[in-house]
Every structure is written in C-alpha cells, then in structure tokens.
C-alpha cells in the first residue's frame, strides 16, 4: 500500500505517518513552512502570528534564564512537527475527541496524533543533530510553552468571556523585553533558521 505523503515547499516528497530524517530540508522547508503557519488557527486580531516565531522566541527565553543551549534547542524544535502534520490545535483535537465518542463511543484521536508528532520530532530532532529530549527536559518545555501561552494570549489576543483550562489561567507569562509584537513570514523564517545555526550547529548534515 502506498504511504501518504505530501510535498514540501521545495518539492521534497515527506512520508507523513513515518517520516524520515533524509526527507526533511532543515534549512528551508523547516523554517519557511513553519514561518508560514499560523498559532491559534489565524485567529490573531494584529495578523499571522506563526509557529516560527512562538518557538524562536520560547527558545531565547529559554537560553536567557537557563543558559542550556540543548534545552533551547529542545524549545526551538518542540513543535517543529507542526511541519509535517499542521498545527492541530488543543481545542480542535479536543472537539473531534468529542465529536469520536458521540459517534463511536470511545476515542483514540488523542493518542493518534500524539504518536503521529512523536514519529515527527524524531525525524526532525535526527535531521537537525538534536538528542531527542529527556521526560524531564520535555517536562520543562511545556512548562514554558504554558507560560508562552499565557503570553501569547495577554499581548496578541482578544479579550474572551470564557476562562481557559486551569493551568494557563494560573501561569505566569514570561519575562519579555517589551510586548511580544508579530513578526512578517520573512523574518520569521529568518529568525527561526539562525537560531537553527546557533542551537542545531550540525542541521542538514545528519541523514
């Protein structure tokens, strides 16, 4: 049976439900794809806020206040997958999770796509020369993806009547120098692939 795939922004053909190492241009399809998808479902009052841009500034953060090169480069690369697969938001997934149940009785979505970004990220982490993270670093990522979040919600979005999930209403947002302003696609890729330079030194030479 013929795999699904889909073709990249340069043409490179990727195996979706198994990606490989060997089909992922780091320097080009990476941070241009990403610098051109949009957080939140486009759903951003000032523009396309992108998934470049959330994980370039979550990894400076990161390399601020810890100075662990390898955790930054674990943040710049966490929803890397996106890539791959799309930004398949929390709420999305938790509505077809929903939707499955109503018409099945039970739902696997959920585990689905979490295995789906695991084969992802392990091609990708392979392809940048990254060691896949820890449970602990991995621990520690989210937590600051929870509290880009809850940055993210304060400086770019609208106000909404309706509380979120407990642990973003509780996070604390990070410490930005200045408001988290939205960058264009261009300098999104930009930003994203220096940091790739800087934090994933042997990217693209890893097969």
């Known amino acids: 049976m013929t795999k699904a795939w889909k073709q990249s922004l340069t043409g490179r053909a990727i195996t979706v439900s198994r990606p490989a190492a060997g089909e992922i241009d780091v320097m080009i399809d990476l941070p241009e794809t990403l610098a051109r998808i949009s957080r939140f479902d486009g759903a951003v009052p000032g523009g396309v806020y992108t998934v470049a841009q959330h994980c370039a500034v979550m990894?400076?953060?990161?390399?601020?206040?810890t100075g662990d090169a390898h955790l930054a480069a674990i943040?710049?690369?966490?929803?890397?997958h996106e890539f791959i697969i799309g930004d398949i938001t929390t709420p999305a997934v938790e509505g077809l999770a929903e939707v499955e149940i109503e018409l099945f009785g039970d739902s696997r979505i959920i585990s689905v796509?979490?295995?789906?970004?695991?084969?992802?990220?392990?091609a990708i982490f392979r392809a940048c020369g990254t060691p896949l993270p820890t449970a602990e670093q991995v621990r520690i990522v989210k937590a600051y993806d929870t509290r880009m979040l809850a940055t993210e919600r304060r400086h770019l979005l609208a106000n909404c009547p309706r509380r979120w999930n407990a642990a973003i209403e509780k996070a604390e947002p990070l410490r930005l120098r200045g408001a988290l302003r939205i960058w264009p696609t261009a300098r999104a890729a930009d930003e994203y692939r220096a940091?790739?330079?800087?934090?994933?030194?042997?990217a693209g030479r890893i097969a």
């Open 59 to 65: 990894a400076d953060v990161i390399l601020e206040e």
């Open 195 to 202: 940091r790739l330079k800087t934090l994933c030194p042997a």
């Open 113 to 122: 796509i979490a295995e789906a970004k695991r084969r992802a990220d392990a």
């Open 75 to 80: 943040a710049l690369l966490h929803d890397a």
